[in-house]
């Protein structure tokens, strides 16, 4: 946190995109499995997605299920995770191409140190979007720990067009991995991140 102002050091804590509140699809233990990775700002690992997945699927639900009986939701965030590197590879260079003098003095991400925060945020949009396909939870998200990253982006002066840019791309990146069948189920966990990043600027 070198070089960091004192009201960034006291919103970094606070800054947190999921809130694991009301999540109906899962029992307890699996929301707790959730949090504890939430908390190490990790992906799921293969035996956490094994503990919740049987319990996600015995859980009863009030309404029809919106994800057909053929799509695997737990091989699709493992897919995603095992991928991650590679997808943020690409919207990074959506980035790059969208504003090419980002990285250059005066430009948004520079010096190098600022890029790199922007990639690792890349990885952990992605991140948060596993585990609100793990939970069947479109909204996912922490209104309060989005008001304080909004607040740190405007501390840091991050460049939010080139997030969103970034968003957009991680979206096309993972969909274009995924059979086309999973689209219109997995595009509303993107779009919800997307839109909420939008409501930055």
């Not at 991400?109 to 991140?127: E, G, I, M, N, V």
């Not at 948060?128 to 996912?140: A, E, F, K, V």
């Amino acid at each position: 946190m070198n070089g960091l102002s004192d009201r960034a050091k006291q919103l970094i804590p606070q800054a947190r995109i999921v809130s694991f509140m009301g999540w109906s699809a899962l029992t307890p233990e699996g929301v707790a499995h959730l949090q504890t990775a939430d908390d190490a700002r990790q992906y799921l690992t293969d035996e956490t997605l094994a503990a919740i997945a049987p319990k996600a699927r015995q859980k009863p639900s009030k309404q029809p299920s919106k994800q057909p009986p053929e799509i695997d939701t737990i091989a699709i965030v493992k897919q995603l995770r095992d991928q991650a590197a590679d997808i943020v590879d690409e919207a990074r260079a959506d980035v790059l191409q969208a504003f090419p003098g980002i990285l250059e003095p005066g430009g948004g991400l520079y010096p190098t140190l600022r890029a790199d925060a922007c990639w690792r945020d890349f990885w952990h949009f992605l991140r948060c979007i596993t585990y609100g396909i793990t939970g069947q939870n479109r909204h996912y998200t922490s209104p309060p720990g989005l008001a304080a990253m909004k607040q740190l982006y405007q501390e840091l002066q991050v460049p939010l067009p080139a997030m969103i840019v970034g968003l957009k791309g991680i979206k096309q990146a993972s969909l274009q991995r995924l059979p086309a069948n999973t689209h219109p189920i997995l595009a509303p966990y993107f779009d919800h991140l997307i839109e909420q990043m939008i409501l930055f600027v």
